[in-house]
């Protein structure tokens, strides 16, 4: 057989790359909630600035009273690889063989569109989890959230019985925000967001408000919205109270640092892609988040 014509897929990837790199990177919800730096390369530093004025009476004359202080957090990011191969040859036999073409010396990748955008998905749900329960002892893993909360002493840590309701678990977390945290919101795992929705329907306090999102719900009572995260699924059961203006996510979009390419190698007679990119995540004041754990 004459060598396969591979000009469908390259195109396609050609055209779609900035795209697929996208959603790889940001498709995530938290990616899209938290505050996003760009050109992250490396270590970044935070740059924080707390300003204490002091009141004095007025009169003529001038002395000056009060500080500003300077500090930093370090955002440490991971480079990360994503490498996959696919053999188009191993679906003759299977219920996708009719999606196999090969006609007169030309070959395409069987639906290279829904593929290559179920492996950008894939790895946007991958750094999702990545976001709150990475690792950096892990190869290709930064620290997530809650690796770097739990050894933070300035941030507020609080437990609530394992026998306690969901509602009754995120109404602790709420109690514990600091007053000059200004938009607050409860980051929790899809099932235990679940549980608190059916605590409500029990309790009655439940009722349909546009302003409520999908995986979104107002904790009755207050004007601090419950988030549903994917991912914290898995984890114990932990509830992060804070402005999402507080946590930063930093990737690297440069073409040196981030790429999504796919190719056909001529020698292995496969289908080879891969993704690259630099991302991390942190927060600039733990004093003002809260880490509540159930049980």
């Not at 605590?199 to 999908?214: Q, R």
């Not at 109270?241 to 640092?257: K, P, R």
Request: net charge negative; proline share 3%.
């Amino acid at each position: 057989m004459a060598n396969p014509i591979v000009a469908a897929i390259t195109g396609y990837v050609d055209n779609s790359r900035d795209e697929l790199l996208t959603k790889a990177m940001l498709g995530g919800k938290s990616a899209d909630l938290f505050r996003l730096m760009v050109d992250v390369k490396g270590k970044t530093n935070l740059h924080l600035m707390d300003v204490q004025p002091i009141f004095q009476a007025g009169g003529c004359g001038f002395t000056a009273s009060g500080d500003t202080t300077f500090s930093n957090r370090e955002l440490v990011p991971a480079n990360i690889k994503i490498n996959l191969e696919f053999c188009d040859q191993n679906l003759l036999g299977t219920y996708a063989e009719h999606q196999v073409r090969l006609t007169a010396g030309k070959e395409n990748i069987p639906f290279e569109e829904k593929w290559l955008g179920s492996v950008a998905e894939a790895i946007s749900d991958g750094v999702e989890k990545m976001i709150y329960q990475g690792d950096s002892s892990n190869a290709g893993e930064f620290d997530g959230l809650l690796k770097t909360l739990k050894a933070d002493a300035t941030v507020i840590s609080g437990s609530t019985s394992s026998a306690a309701t969901a509602y009754a678990f995120l109404k602790d977390a709420a109690k514990a925000i600091p007053a000059q945290v200004k938009n607050p919101v409860i980051l929790v795992s899809i099932p235990l967001y679940r549980e608190f929705m059916q605590d409500l329907v029990t309790a009655n306090l439940y009722h349909y408000d546009p302003k409520n999102g999908e995986n979104e719900y107002f904790l009755p009572g207050t004007d601090i919205k419950v988030i549903a995260v994917a991912g914290l699924n898995g984890a114990d059961e932990y509830a992060i109270a804070a402005d999402l203006n507080n946590i930063v996510y930093g990737v690297s979009a440069q073409d040196d640092d981030s790429t999504f390419d796919v190719w056909y190698s001529k020698d292995d007679q496969i289908w080879k892609l891969a993704c690259k990119f630099i991302a991390g995540v942190q927060y600039a004041y733990g004093s003002e988040i809260v880490l509540q754990k159930r049980g």
